[in-house]
């Protein structure tokens, strides 16, 4: 099992950026394709980025895309998540997670979850 770490929340004003960070344990994070989700209060945990990997293949919910830029560095076995141009329903619990079945964007479908960033965008 692997162990996700996620860092970078945090409170921004409306038409900011933040970078997302997930560390991973163990040395075969290069075998594996990750996300990132989020869960705002009182919603269920809902997908945001995918990233293969090789870190070749990206996928992103529709709410995000053109705003959020998901990638990788296997030497680091970290993940990213760039987010630029932030809005209010932005704000939410950030995780990454592993995958290992599909749906990609199905919480289901990954089977090791980091403990969350609270990233917060004010209006």
């Known amino acids: 099992q692997v162990q996700l770490v996620e860092s970078g929340g945090g409170l921004v004003q409306a038409g900011g950026s933040l970078r997302l960070s997930c560390a991973a344990s163990?040395?075969?994070?290069?075998?594996?394709?990750m996300a990132w989700f989020r869960q705002a209060p009182g919603k269920e945990r809902e997908f945001v980025a995918f990233?293969?990997?090789?870190?070749?293949?990206?996928n992103y919910a529709s709410s995000v895309k053109g705003r959020f830029t998901i990638s990788r560095d296997n030497a680091k076995n970290t993940v990213y998540l760039q987010m630029n141009s932030l809005k209010p329903e932005d704000t939410a619990v950030y995780f990454c997670?592993?995958?290992?079945?599909?749906?990609?964007?199905?919480?289901?479908?990954?089977?090791?979850w980091g403990q969350g960033t609270q990233v917060t965008v004010s209006s």
């Open positions: 163990g040395r075969t994070f290069s075998n594996y394709n």
């Open positions: 997670a592993k995958q290992f079945l599909l749906p990609l964007s199905s919480p289901g479908s990954y089977d090791s």
């Open positions: 990233v293969n990997r090789h870190g070749g293949s990206t």
